[in-house]
Nanobody, 126 residues
Framework: QVPLLESGGGSVQAGGSLRLSCAAS????????MGWFRQAPGKEREGVAAIFLSTGMTNYDDSVAGRFTISQDDAKNTLYLQMDSLKPEDTAMYYC???????????????????RGQGTQVTVST
């Protein structure tokens, strides 16, 4: 398990923005894909976004494409998720996750079964 610490969640009104951060501690050689998935109460886990670390190639779920931006800071071993134009349906616990995957399989969906953090809550009100 790679220690991951998420932060940046909170409560915002629809149309607002939040930026999530995920700091990874160690075991850098054990993963090459980093990203986010989320889970709303009573719903299944849903992939959000991912980045293949060596190339910077990104992947987004259709529900967030064009509104969310994933990025990395290699020097800080930190992952970010900039969330703009938030909608009430974005309300969920957001988890950072890492795994070692083929480049073509690096996605938020694939990371649902990866090594994850404790999560950070995002609540979007109307």
């Amino acid at each position: 398990q790679v220690p991951l610490l998420e932060s940046g969640g909170g409560s915002v009104q629809a149309g607002g923005s939040l930026r999530l951060s995920c700091a990874a501690s160690g075991y850098r050689d054990s993963y090459n894909c980093m990203g986010w998935f989320r889970q709303a109460p009573g719903k299944e886990r849903e992939g959000v976004a991912a980045i293949f670390l060596s190339t910077g190639m990104t992947n987004y779920d259709d529900s967030v494409a064009g509104r969310f931006t994933i990025s990395q800071d290699d020097a800080k071993n930190t992952l970010y998720l900039q969330m703009d134009s938030l909608k009430p349906e974005d309300t969920a616990m957001y988890y950072c996750s890492v795994d070692y995957l083929p480049r073509g399989r690096c996605s938020g969906r694939s990371l649902i079964i990866g090594s994850r953090g404790q999560g950070t809550q995002v609540t979007v009100s109307t």
